[in-house]
């Protein structure tokens, strides 16, 4: 990737002089620089948990010629340091398909009021969507999208407190139907039904051109364990197994280091315990 | 300096008040025996009179380590904390009259004064210290705040979306609390390693993120009732994956290292949950390093008294620039450097004794 450039207000920026997603959009698209820029990172626009995206990527979409060497987009670059990721308000997206021909690579951040509309895109390789639930109209747009290009999809489902409102039948569903015939790499991730997405990812349709699957931040215990125990060794394109941050015991996790592909089980996780009930939590939940 | 011995004068016997057990102790003493200068250690449960004429009549160098507080119970390590801070008054009313008797009156025993700590240890006091020195600190809300609501409506008026509430005495992240409100939405998040139990508050070695409105009520007001101090949450900076802040340990006029402390979380110094991060691989800008010795500089000259101190600093996410979160004048103890060099104690044993300037 060419020239990158970060966008965001700094403290001062956003608590004092009161900075918010329209100076943002203000910001980048009178940026000199911007018809250099491969690649545009998009932290803080101000009180992003009262002020949407919207201003933002209807900036994008009204300037779109100047976004023509734009090859990778991040909306929503920020930690719990600034934001609560449930608390940042993104926004539609549907126009920016059309603006934006010739973007590689999209990542969003947090899920509320999120709407990605219909997605035809010829030249998008590369979906990441960050966030602590993912409503269930985001993966009906995914799983109707063209993206007859895309070779990375990676999703945090997240926990229904904030915002997951499906069931792993919406997930099956996506996995079965969605129409990206360049899928290479899969991530369904940071789950608290990781298990039974472990299932579903193995009877992805494209399951037997993936060579990365990704379902780690999750609750993935011994039993999605097995079944990749048992189901990996049918699928020799896959070539790396990312599980990191889960719930499989020091047994499983030595089962599964023996696959003869790169697995990763860095950062086992222990269930909690609150009086006498116990819980198991995914990565990100909020 | 102050509290230097002259040239050819005779060298300075070094008493350590602290505890029998652990690490300040145990390196304190090895960095000692390996310049060959003995360090005798006269522990806080045996302070008696007798044993402070001991030292007038020794006019030895002292060096004060703090005891040992066991409590979870975020009011007893409040209690414990203000006791000792009566025991600092005492060594600090007592002393001085041997230094201004003898010969070397003036000069100064001390590695760090018994006042000097005991302001560092009032967050609140030290932070208007600083702050009156001109000092870049993170800042506090001026207004004294006793309760939950009470802070809510200062955030909802003041347009302050995200606070830290911290007791004025406790140590470490004990009872430290990262608080974010939404006053438009009536959301909030909390983020701690403190617990109520009973009606009591209790400090564990766990972050906790805490959302529901009625517990996060429950928990500001437990903290604000042991008297504590809010100030603005700064975005800090972060490296994979990590928040950062830097612990300095800065003294005799020189930064003798930096630390940083990483965290999956934005409170960074938990005992058992952080992380120490590789300080080259954070990518930051000479301009910030040479920044944080200006700091650090400025910050023991706003506290007279402190030759020795381990100052907490804040880098500002995005613009890298460096705030004291807070400074501690026994905040000598890094793992790092008494493991391998254990440099921090042996400076202060030739400086102590005159042995080096």
Not at chain 1, 80 to 104: F, H, M, N, T
């Amino acid at each position: 990737m060419g020239k990158k450039k970060r966008y965001s207000f700094t403290y001062e920026q956003w608590e004092e002089e009161g900075m918010d997603a329209t100076n943002m959009a203000e910001e980048i698209v009178n940026d000199e620089q911007l018809k250099e820029l491969e690649e545009i990172v998009i932290g803080c626009w101000g009180e992003m948990w009262e002020d949407s995206a919207q201003a933002i990527l209807d900036g994008i979409v009204e300037n779109k010629e100047k976004f023509d060497c734009m090859k990778s987009l991040f909306v929503g670059d920020v930690d719990y340091e600034e934001c609560e990721v449930s608390w940042i308000i993104q926004g539609d997206y549907s126009k920016l398909w059309a603006a934006l021909p010739r973007l590689e690579k999209l990542t969003i951040k947090g899920s509320t009021d999120l709407i990605l509309g219909d997605i035809v895109h010829d030249n998008l390789q590369e979906l990441e969507i960050i966030c602590g639930g993912l409503p269930v109209d985001v993966m009906k747009s995914i799983q109707k999208a063209q993206l007859p290009s895309l070779r990375r999809l990676v999703l945090y489902i997240g926990v229904e407190d904030y915002g997951f409102d499906g069931s792993v039948e919406d997930i099956k569903e996506l996995l079965e139907n969605m129409d990206c015939p360049k899928l290479e790499h899969l991530g369904i991730v940071d789950s608290e039904i990781q298990d039974e997405i472990t299932e579903a990812a193995l009877n992805c349709r494209y399951i037997d051109q993936i060579h990365t699957l990704e379902l780690s931040m999750g609750t993935l215990t011994d039993k999605g364990g097995q079944l990749l125990l048992e189901k990996i060794p049918d699928h020799s394109n896959i070539q790396k197994l990312d599980l990191h941050f889960h719930y499989l015991s020091e047994e499983m996790m030595g089962k599964l280091n023996k696959l003869p592909i790169e697995v990763d089980t860095e950062d086992r996780q222990v269930p909690e315990d609150f009086n006498g009930e116990i819980y198991y939590f995914p990565m990100l939940t909020e | 300096m102050e509290g230097r011995r002259e040239e050819g004068a005779e060298r300075r016997s070094v008493i350590l008040i602290g505890t029998a057990q652990g690490r300040r102790t145990e390196y304190f003493t090895k960095a000692a025996r390996e310049l060959g200068v003995s360090v005798r250690l006269l522990e806080w449960d045996r302070l008696s009179r007798e044993a402070l004429e001991q030292i007038s009549r020794e006019r030895a160098a002292v060096k004060i380590d703090p005891p040992v507080w066991e409590s979870c119970r975020l009011e007893d390590l409040g209690g414990g904390i203000r006791a000792y801070l009566k025991n600092l008054e005492r060594l600090g009313t007592f002393l001085p009259k041997w230094q201004e008797e003898g010969e070397d009156a003036g000069k100064g025993y001390f590695l760090n004064t018994p006042q000097a700590i005991g302001t560092a240890l009032d967050k609140r006091r030290c932070k208007e210290q600083l702050k009156r020195r001109g000092v870049p600190v993170t800042e506090m809300l001026a207004e004294e705040i006793v309760s939950g609501r009470q802070l809510q409506e200062i955030m909802r008026k003041q347009r302050i979306m995200s606070v830290f509430v911290k007791p004025v005495f406790s140590s470490g992240a004990a009872g430290i609390l990262a608080y974010r409100y939404d006053p438009a939405r009536g959301k909030m998040a909390a983020y701690t390693s403190c617990r109520l139990e009973q009606g009591t508050l209790i400090n564990t070695k766990k972050l906790y993120r805490i959302e529901h409105p009625g517990e996060i009520a429950s928990l500001l007001d437990a903290i604000l009732s042991l008297g504590a101090v809010v100030e603005r949450w700064y975005p800090k900076a972060m490296s994979q994956g990590y928040s950062y802040d830097l612990r300095a340990v800065y003294q005799f006029g020189r930064l003798e290292t930096i630390i940083a402390r990483g965290s999956r979380g934005p409170i960074t110094n938990l005992h058992l949950n952080n992380t120490a991060l590789d300080l080259s691989g954070l990518g930051l800008p000479e301009k910030t390093l040479s920044e944080v010795r200006e700091l650090c500089k400025e910050t023991l000259k706003a506290l007279p008294g402190l030759q020795s101190a381990g100052i907490d600093i804040l880098v500002e996410k995005d613009t890298y620039r460096p705030y004291v979160i807070e400074v501690n004048g026994q905040g000598d103890l890094i793992y790092q450097d008494i493991f391998q060099k254990n440099a921090i104690y042996r400076h202060q044993i030739e400086y102590l004794t005159g042995m080096k300037g």
